[in-house]
């Protein structure tokens, strides 16, 4: 079965940095495309960004150029480095594995003040 653990939201001012690290277990990670989505009050879940198992990246037109995904098939994580953030970024960041199913961590929250 498949568990994803989602970290490292918080509270930063717009300009600051965060960075997200889901935890995954399952034996078949490195197969897996591992993504991050995010659900703002009021909206609908979006996706933000994905990395494929072959490393193939896909971002979302509004966080291109400031957030980074990146995976370490070793440790079964994958990681969301997110720059230059601003208060239209603050929701509610999901993991995601796609590999025979799809699975979501529990989200943590991020917010940017203005």
């Known amino acids: 079965q498949v568990q994803l653990v989602d970290s490292g939201g918080g509270l930063v001012q717009a300009g600051g940095s965060l960075t997200l690290s889901c935890a995954a277990s399952?034996?078949?990670?490195?197969?897996?495309?591992m993504g991050w989505s995010r659900q703002a009050p009021g909206s609908q879940r979006e996706l933000v960004a994905f990395?494929?198992?072959?490393?193939?990246?896909n971002y979302a037109d509004s966080v291109k150029g400031r957030f980074s995904i990146s995976r370490d098939n070793a440790k079964k994580t994958v990681n969301l480095q997110m720059n230059s953030l601003k208060p239209e970024d603050t929701a509610v960041y999901y993991c995601?594995?796609?590999?025979?199913?799809?699975?979501w961590g529990r989200g943590t929250q991020v917010t940017v003040s203005s």
């Open positions: 995601r594995w796609t590999a025979f199913g799809d699975f």
């Open positions: 990395i494929s198992s072959g490393g193939i990246t």
């Open positions: 399952g034996r078949i990670f490195s197969k897996a495309t």
